[in-house]
């Protein structure tokens, strides 16, 4: 079974650009989430969606950033007009739906911004 | 409001000694799930062991237990026989349910970074 795949492993932008991070869930996983993490920190939520709905965006900046998780296909965080504050490790995880069951992790997302 | 706090930024333990990461939780929810993953310095979030609240019994997963002690409000990690591979950044999680749904986001706290030594 695959887990938890992300892309790009490495992502760089420049100022002012837009950069797209793509999740596939584990194979039966419906449920998805966002979270970053800053050196030296824990990670911090971000998003949680379902398919085609997001259920908790209260971890999100209101502007700027976005989430989806459609029907067919990956689920894509995008960060429109990047700035130097947004470099960062994102990870996302899935899980099903069952309250014993963790929250997978892919191997993250390193965005740096130039 | 839900909050996990580790208390220890750096742990050194020797091969084949047994070493405690501490963990504590707060929340006024009665339902919840506690979580300790492992974050090699390659940065990927390896899942351990999961303990539930209402699980009377303390969960072990192989050379991995939780110390589980919910009037304290403690759950804290216990690794046997530290092996040198073990040397990794260790964050306990809390999850609560989401507006009556089982599931939520995770709650981490800032993590551990356990050495372990020849």
């Not at chain 1, 029907?71 to 960062?88: H, N, T, Y």
Request: glycine content about 8%; aromatic content about 12%.
């Amino acid at each position: 079974n695959a887990g938890v795949m992300q892309n790009p492993r490495h992502l760089v932008r420049r100022r002012g650009q837009e950069a797209r991070l793509r999740c596939s869930p584990m194979k039966g996983h419906s449920h998805v989430y966002w979270y970053r993490q800053l050196p030296e920190e824990g990670l911090k939520f971000m998003v949680y969606l379902q398919k085609e709905n997001i259920i908790d965006e209260s971890g999100m900046p209101k502007e700027r950033f976005s989430a989806e998780f459609p029907k067919e296909g990956p689920s894509i965080l995008r960060i429109q007009q990047v700035v130097r504050g947004d470099s960062a490790a994102y990870f996302c995880a899935s899980s099903w739906d069952r309250r014993d069951q963790p929250q997978h992790f892919g191997d993250g997302t390193r965005l740096s911004i130039l | 409001a839900q909050k996990i706090t580790q208390t220890q930024p750096g742990m050194f333990v020797q091969e084949k000694e047994a070493v405690t990461l501490d963990c504590t939780y707060d929340t006024s929810d009665q339902s919840y799930g506690l979580f300790w993953y492992k974050q090699p310095s390659s940065g990927e979030m390896i899942f351990l062991i999961y303990q539930g609240s209402y699980d009377e019994q303390n969960a072990t997963e192989g050379r991995y237990s939780l110390n589980f002690q919910k009037a304290r409000k403690s759950a804290n990690l216990v690794i046997s026989a530290s092996q040198l591979g073990d040397s990794a950044m260790y964050f306990c999680a809390m999850r609560v349910a989401y507006r009556g749904s089982t599931l939520g986001r995770l709650y981490f706290g800032r993590g551990t970074q356990l050495t372990v030594w020849p």
